[in-house]
């Protein structure tokens, strides 16, 4: 079976930075994602990319920018971290229809 | 745009009565629907898909699909406590079957 790594796991910044989430899977899966999970709320789609080099946005993408630069791996940016800000990032890739997850990455910003 | 919601947000239910969560859609064209489970300690996993209207079962997990309601279920038969955990649904359109958009989430809870 495959699997998905997100990097790092625990992410802490600064008001204001930019900070960057790194996801890559060993599915071969062509589609991929980015969703955000705030506490007690479900997923919310902020990047997704259906082959190496697309970007389609979601409901959520400002204040995101994402790159496919290979079919493997997807990142993702905050351009500006906001204070306070608590939330987990998950990345996904998708294959014969069922979505398959990382494990997160927590992000607190202070 | 496509807005899933998921009702209640909470629910609690003893061990053995079934547990039904709720899921509506906005987008009539939508034809694909996953129920997901996240347990805080793991990721998330799939439960069961469904297609078409009527009913798909997966061991103690069935689901409903009306589309015409846009309003698709998940009933939980002879729940655990181990089934204690956050119920997703996701939901794509038939023109774009790569974007997927998930629900608010149930968090369920079983009493022993």
């Known amino acids: 079976g495959g699997i998905i790594t997100q990097t790092p796991k625990f992410l802490i910044g600064q008001e204001g930075q930019k900070l960057t989430l790194k996801c890559q899977q060993n599915?071969?899966?062509?589609?991929m994602y980015w969703y955000r999970q705030d506490s007690g709320k479900g997923l919310r789609l902020i990047y997704y990319?259906?082959?190496?080099?697309?970007?389609q946005k979601g409901d959520l993408s400002e204040g995101y920018d994402a790159s496919r630069e290979k079919k493997s791996s997807f990142s993702l940016t905050v351009t500006s971290a906001q204070k306070n800000e608590m939330a987990v990032f998950l990345c996904?890739?998708?294959?014969?229809?069922?979505?398959?997850f990382g494990k997160g990455t927590r992000l607190t910003v202070v | 745009q496509q807005k899933v919601q998921q009702s209640p947000e909470s629910l609690t239910v003893s061990e053995g009565a079934m547990a039904s969560l709720n899921c509506t859609f906005s987008d009539g064209t939508s034809n694909n629907f996953r129920w997901y489970r996240q347990h805080s300690a793991k990721g998330l996993e799939v439960l069961v898909s469904i297609f078409s209207d009527g009913e798909k079962e997966e061991g103690r997990f069935t689901a409903h699909l009306n589309r015409a309601n846009l309003h698709v279920s998940l009933h939980i038969r002879e729940p655990q406590p181990s089934d204690s955990a956050v119920y997703l649904c996701?939901?794509?359109?038939?023109?774009?079957?790569?974007?997927?958009?998930f629900g608010t989430g149930t968090r369920l809870q079983v009493l022993p």
């Open positions: 599915f071969n899966h062509d589609t």
């Open positions: 996904a890739s998708r294959g014969t229809g069922k979505v398959f």
């Open positions: 996701a939901v794509s359109i038939v023109s774009n079957t790569n974007k997927v958009v």
């Open positions: 990319s259906i082959t190496e080099n697309d970007l």
